[in-house]
């Protein structure tokens, strides 16, 4: 496991972080903040307030075969449950290092643009 968190680097290309992703702004995504994210989005993106999210509401987030891979129970929807499963591994791919956090240069990986195409 990670023995040591660096929580005090503050990288000087802080910048290139989406100010919406990293509220605490210490430039990096932790998974808290990519979580939290999902879950504000999720809340708007689903109008009629059903609980879930069909392709449609995503708007492009998702492509068919992610949508498919992200509902195992088959109901063509996403619940919230769902859709942050999908975020964490998109969230552990982009994180090279593993060291909990993305920086910016992780971000701007193309696993990095995945999980911001889906948080955006
Ligand atoms: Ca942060
Ligand atoms: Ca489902
Ligand atoms: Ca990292």
Redesign the pocket.
């Known amino acids: 496991m990670f023995a040591v968190a660096f929580a005090f680097v503050l990288p000087a290309h802080a910048a290139k972080i989406p100010a919406a992703l990293d509220p605490d702004h210490d430039g990096t995504i932790d998974l808290a903040e990519a979580k939290a994210a999902a879950g504000a989005l999720f809340d708007k993106l689903d109008k009629d307030h059903e609980g879930?999210l069909d392709i449609k509401e995503l708007q492009g987030r998702l492509s068919r075969a992610d949508f498919a891979g992200a509902?195992p129970?088959k109901?063509k929807?996403?619940?919230k449950d769902?859709l942050l499963v999908v975020v964490e591994q998109r969230f552990n791919a982009a994180n090279t290092d593993a060291d909990a956090t993305l920086d910016a240069k992780e971000l701007n990986s193309p696993a990095g643009k995945a999980l911001k195409k889906l948080l955006k």
């Open positions: 879930t509902d129970d109901d929807t996403l619940t769902e």
